[in-house]
């Protein structure tokens, strides 16, 4: 329920006081967190009849779920922590932001494809799609509690999004310089695939640091 997704499923008040688990808590967290970002990101670029109520709920879920990981983060300060553990702290906390950023993108591109003019030619809608798909294909992949998430294959995808999102800018303006495109619906259309270029570098530095927590988390102080 609604109810249930934006209540911290980890972050009990009997674990804050023992660092290592209290860690353990908040990394568990932060993937749920993740999790419905890519959700969010995933639907804003496939639905091309934008759910706006999912949206809104899945964002009001991470909202409240952010809050309670950064009051959660000030509670586990407040108790002695070993200083391998409290310097993993501000990460956990960059990696809630990375998600949350990503999530509200996705709610910047879900109203732009709603409301913009877009673009009428059929070969750019074509080198559109496939970019947004190529995104999509990074989102599903930057979950780093799946057994098969690469980080190194994340950041090679996010290397050839950036490439491609240059090339496909040029080409647009091309297009708009042709007047093949209407500048009105240019403009719009190159702050949307901006805002989707940002989207797969928000969740790919999500998954890399998150990754790195888990790896050099709190096992080691235990």
Known sequence: SEEQMSR??????????TPSLAMDALFLELGRIGEISRRMCSRAL??????????????????????????????????????????????????????????????????????NLRINNPELIETIRAFEVQVVGLVDRADSRMPSYSETECRDRIQHIKDEYQ??????????????????????????LSNIRQIGEQIEKGSRYLAALTKQGPAEDR
């Open 8 to 17: 911290p499923r980890y972050l009990d008040r009997n674990v804050v006081a």
């Open 46 to 115: 496939s639905d091309a009849r934008q759910n706006t109520t999912a949206q809104e709920r899945d964002r009001s879920a991470l909202n409240s779920l952010v809050d309670a990981v950064g009051e959660f983060g000030g509670q586990m300060r407040q108790n002695a922590m070993p200083e391998g553990l409290s310097n993993l702290l501000p990460n956990a906390l960059r990696v809630s932001r990375y998600y949350s950023e990503a999530a509200e993108l996705a709610q910047n591109v879900a109203a732009a494809r709603v409301t």
């Open 167 to 192: 090339a496909l800018k040029a080409r647009l303006l091309k297009a708009g310089a042709e007047g093949l495109v209407q500048v009105r619906s240019l403009v719009d259309e190159l702050d949307t």
